[in-house]
């Protein structure tokens, strides 16, 4: 049973479009994490989100937690080329912030 | 500064082999974690050290599997003897504190045939 599930799980769009990508659980978090991660390479950080209602904002990147800690959203406004990549959320359970669950991620494409 | 390094980057080896993986953290993260992610399933922890000691090793799958940090620098993996499951990608992260973020590595990706 995944914890995290995540969606779409692939996603192919047009340079300039909007996306949002969804990462649910029936699972309480106390904390949210987002990744991108390229090819040959390990996640990298994006952004950490903990209280609920939570909406950070990286560039164009928008993410939110919801108001019961239980799911985020990551929204990519006017996408480019170089937003492609496999974006995956992560949960820290309460008292135990490295033991990270981990949804399977979104692969995204940007077409120029 | 330099990132976590991990070696190999690639390793093929037959059931029954042993493998060990190399990890060295950024200089001065006394938080060291092992990952890994088998085809079409999500990434799993394996376990922590902070610094030499075994801080949560819950995750380790069974005792075909050895973590090691001796002198709390570069930690070690070692899968003996590896079973065709044990294939994925094993990624090493390391942090300063229990709360910072974490580095990953570019992981090795083992393949047991």
């Known amino acids: 049973t995944q914890l995290l599930e995540q969606s779409p799980q692939f996603l192919s769009i047009q340079e300039g479009e909007n996306l949002t990508v969804y990462c649910n659980s029936s699972?309480?978090?106390?904390?949210l994490q987002w990744y991108r991660q390229e090819p040959g390479e390990g996640p990298v950080l994006l952004v950490t989100?903990?209280?609920g209602g939570e909406v950070k904002k990286l560039k164009r990147l928008t993410f939110q937690f919801g108001d019961a800690r239980k799911d985020s959203s990551l929204h990519i406004t006017a996408a480019q080329p170089g937003d492609t990549g496999l974006y995956l959320c992560?949960?820290?359970?309460?008292?135990?912030?490295?033991?990270?669950?981990w949804g399977l991620g979104t692969s995204l494409a940007v077409n120029p | 500064e330099a990132g976590v390094t991990q070696f190999p980057s690639h390793s093929v080896i037959e059931k029954g082999q042993t493998v060990t993986l190399r990890c060295d953290p950024i200089?001065?993260?006394?938080?060291l974690y092992w990952y890994r992610r088998v085809m079409g399933k999500e990434i799993k922890f394996l376990l922590h050290?902070?610094?030499?000691?075994?801080?949560?090793e819950s995750g380790m799958p069974n005792n075909r599997f050895l973590a090691e940090r001796t002198g709390g620098t570069y930690s070690t993996l070692k899968v003996q003897p590896a079973e065709l499951e044990d294939s994925g990608v094993y990624f090493c992260?390391?942090?300063?504190?229990?709360?910072?973020?974490?580095?990953f590595g570019n992981g090795t990706r083992l393949t047991v045939t």
């Open positions: 992260a390391s942090s300063e504190t229990g709360g910072s973020p974490l580095h």
């Open positions: 200089s001065g993260h006394d938080n």
């Open positions: 050290f902070v610094k030499e000691s075994k801080q949560d």
């Open positions: 699972s309480v978090f106390s904390s």
């Open positions: 989100v903990v209280t």
């Open positions: 992560a949960g820290a359970r309460t008292g135990n912030n490295r033991k990270l669950i």
